[in-house]
């Protein structure tokens, strides 16, 4: 093993990390524990995350080590043989990117022989948002806590590019006490002077490193996951990917998309179980996010009521025909997906946690389609602030 080029591999892009602004869920895991998973799509910011962590580490007395498993000089090494190495050196943190990357199947049982046989020892790694550890052999999700990195809110956006610094705010505060937590906003930042800029290309970190090429930079990523990270941890065809590609193509252009599953399995030349099988691989790849209906169990299970794109960059990305009344409820879908559990309502546009009914909408927007239903709010675009039960629309970007 090469362990001199992983290790001064390792401290140069630690050492080269800035740590002074974090993400949302940086300082909601417990870097306590022995063995942590943070999942999440592709251009995310999990790497980042690791490295800070890592350069903590270190700093705090720690002897950490970052390995990335899609680093091509890493094919043909062991996981188990570096930990014991760095193990016996006084290592104290290994930080592990891309574990579906790694070209020995077993990296669960891998996982877990480290976490069984290194007392004291603390093992942290990535995936995608596909990865399943539950159904792995070794069954780390006894012994592994993992945590879901979701993209930029518009809240970290406006911290990202320096135009404030504001704490989250809660379901309620945006809901109940809106007037008073906009209010707070606005003294330091006008919010729909950055909002649609946001929307197009705002939601992946990357994007101030990649102003003139963000959204070719996202079909790429798009086509990796594709091609890439659901063959990787879903057991499919390679006809399967041409598929795939296909119907991501027809919800892109029709979103918000009610599926007609008998009519797409015509259309992909598909069973409807197949059909069924590739929109939630698309939800599971963090591409599109499905809205169910949530009145019981078995309509939960049955086929998405709506299907969205998983954020507004992607629908900038993938189509030029996006429609104001679909970025709209897009957004607010994706918002509110971190901590909260979103449903169809069967009267507005949304259900959050089984109680509040909320429609999105512009400015004219009436409460007529839901007047006579309790705990129910319209979501306002393009306004600043709002009375009553109706709440604009930005401020739902600061939930996290």
Known sequence: MDTNYLFNVSRSLVDSTQGKWHRYLYHRIDWSLPLVCIKGARGIGKTTIMLQRAKEVNNSGGKAIYVSLDNIRFTGNSLLELVDYHYQHGGTHIFIDEVHRYMND???????NIYDSYPGYHVAFTGSSLLKIYQSVADLSRRCITYYLQGLSFREYLDMIGACHIAPIN???ALLRHDESASGILRQVKPLEHFGTYLQHGYYPFFNQLKNSYREALRQIINAIIETDIPATINIERGTIFKLRQLLGIIAGMTPYTPNITRLAELLNSTRQHVTNLLAALDQAALTGSLFNGRNVMQQLAKPVKVYLENTNLLYALTDDISVGNLRETFFANQLRVGHKLTFSGNGDFLIDGRYTIEVG????????????????????????????????????FLY
């Open 106 to 112: 077993n990296w669960a049982q891998e996982i877990k």
């Open 171 to 173: 379901l309620e505060d």
């Open 362 to 397: 512009g400015k004219d927007k009436s409460f007529k389609q839901i007047k006579d239903i309790p705990d129910s709010f319209l979501a306002i675009d393009d306004v600043e602030t709002t009375l009553g039960n109706k709440v604009p629309l930005w401020l739902f970007g």
